[in-house]
């Protein structure tokens, strides 16, 4: 059985920090990337970054560039997202989401109709 399971969300004020976690099981962890999603409220699900286990490469939407780090432990099967100088716009349900080889492969890396499985999301709540 596939499982993304996103912990580490929760309520932080403006300009704190918070690591996402995605641990990753039923599939080829090292043979797919993982991407990570947010959905507010009212709005569209959109990419927030990628990283493919196969090539290393990674990929942050401009909106979080210079304030966002994803990584990967091959070893733990475990993407984590390091999402720091927070901001209220930043408030959202995370998602991770997998698919087959490169982020890039087949669809960009932040189209969500590319990726194959999806965890079921962690809330994250900006605000003083």
């Known amino acids: 059985e596939v499982q993304l399971v996103e912990s580490g969300g929760g309520l932080v004020q403006p300009g704190g920090s918070l690591r996402l976690s995605c641990p990753a099981s039923?599939?080829?962890?090292?043979?797919?990337?993982i991407g990570w999603f947010r959905q507010a409220p009212g709005k569209g699900r959109e990419g927030v970054s990628c990283i493919g286990n196969m090539d290393g490469r990674t990929y942050y939407a401009d909106s979080v560039k210079g304030r966002a780090a994803i990584s990967s432990d091959n070893v733990k099967k475990t993407v984590y997202l390091q999402l720091n100088s927070l901001r209220p716009e930043d408030t959202a349900v995370y998602y991770c989401?997998?698919?087959?080889?490169?982020?890039?492969?087949?669809?960009?890396?932040?189209?969500?109709?590319?990726?194959?499985?999806w965890g079921k999301g962690t809330l994250v709540t900006v605000s003083s």
């Open positions: 039923g599939f080829s962890f090292d043979e797919y990337a």
């Open positions: 989401a997998s698919k087959r080889f490169g982020c890039e492969y087949d669809s960009r890396w932040d189209d969500p109709y590319g990726m194959r499985y």
